[in-house]
């Protein structure tokens, strides 16, 4: 942890070099440091947090696809990235920036937005500019995995989402698989569990991605909660992807199966009532199961790429 001095010496020079736009030796003959020190504080103050940096990269959207999918899958809103033969960036980065955009115009009509984890949650949250101080609360809507990676430690995304938006978080202190079903309910029954779910649910906007059960993939397989074997065969029984980690068929269903019950987060049944549901997914792999999302009735808002949103309207003609 830096000192006051150090953290002021950095701002200070920081502020030099890119807000009052002054060259490195005129910040050295100002502080009577060399060029050099001066170099070595302006890249501490970037490794420290000093600095943050944020790249609006233009991000071009896809208005009849927009209207075309809206009215095929009865949403309030669809956001369709126009992709490009050069792709500076990957589509699913891309797709964070235009769900982070969309959230941001919405953040000061609201007063709380509830999040699942997942790589597409991750990089919206990413891509939210650090100085919108909307002062909201952020709710963990799913439990925590044994052993997240970084896109996948949802307390890790509510604290970092509420520390960009200088709001509050409620966290869901639970792991997001019981080990039975009545293992869950007994979770599920605690006070500080509830208060979360309650919380959770009451929430203006959700924030999540959608699965596919592909086992390259899955985060099923990754954390140890199914082997191949057991998601082959709910595949093959009719499962096509997971929405807040609810095992779903393509006909907008409910899978039947023990899996569900052991889930400890927000229920489809309550996402349904959270007035705006924001989905961020793409990729071919991924349309059988975003349509079966899209038919559970949870969804009003989607966001993804052109080619998605094309494969999409000729899964559900054919």
């Known amino acids: 942890m830096l000192d006051p001095e150090a953290h002021e010496m950095l701002a200070r020079v920081a502020s030099m070099y890119y807000e009052q736009d002054m060259t490195q030796n005129e910040i050295a003959d100002e502080l009577g440091i060399s060029r050099v020190k001066v170099y070595r504080l302006l890249r501490e103050s970037r490794s420290r947090g000093?600095?943050?940096?944020?790249?609006?990269?233009p991000i071009k959207r896809d208005a009849a696809l927009e209207r075309a999918l809206a009215e095929a899958f009865a949403l309030d809103e669809a956001l369709v990235l126009r992709t490009a033969l050069e792709q500076p960036l990957p589509v699913l980065r891309q797709l964070g920036y235009l769900g982070a955009r969309y959230l941001e115009g919405l953040l000061k009509d609201i007063s709380s937005l509830a999040i699942c984890l997942g790589r597409s949650t991750f990089e919206v949250?990413?891509?939210?500019?650090?100085?919108?101080?909307?002062h909201i609360r952020i709710v963990q809507a799913i439990g925590s995995m044994p052993y997240p990676r970084e896109e996948y430690d949802s307390s890790m995304l509510a604290r970092q989402l509420a520390q960009k938006l200088g709001g509050q978080v409620v966290y869901l202190n639970s792991p997001l698989m019981a080990d039975t079903a009545h293992a869950a309910q007994v979770i599920r029954s605690q006070r500080n569990i509830q208060h979360a779910l309650t919380m959770a649910s009451s929430a203006d906007i959700a924030l999540l991605g959608i699965g596919n059960l592909d086992?390259?993939?899955?985060?099923?397989?990754?954390?140890?909660?199914?082997?191949?074997?057991?998601l082959a065969a709910f595949a093959q029984d009719g499962a096509v992807g997971d929405l807040a980690w609810r095992i779903f068929t393509q006909q907008g269903a409910i899978f039947p199966c023990d899996f569900n019950e052991r889930v400890i987060g927000i229920s489809l049944e309550d996402l349904r009532r959270i007035p705006t549901t924001v989905a961020v997914a793409?990729?071919?792999?991924?349309?059988?199961?975003?349509v079966g999302a899209l038919r559970l009735g949870v969804i009003n808002v989607l966001c993804t790429d052109d080619k998605t949103a094309s494969a999409l309207l000729r899964f559900i003609q054919h």
Do not use: H, T, Y
């Open 50 to 57: 000093v600095v943050q940096i944020s790249i609006d990269w």
């Open 125 to 134: 949250i990413n891509a939210i500019r650090p100085d919108l101080q909307a």
């Open 215 to 230: 086992p390259q993939m899955s985060g099923f397989i990754r954390e140890g909660f199914l082997n191949e074997d057991e």
């Open 282 to 290: 793409a990729g071919s792999a991924k349309v059988p199961a975003m």
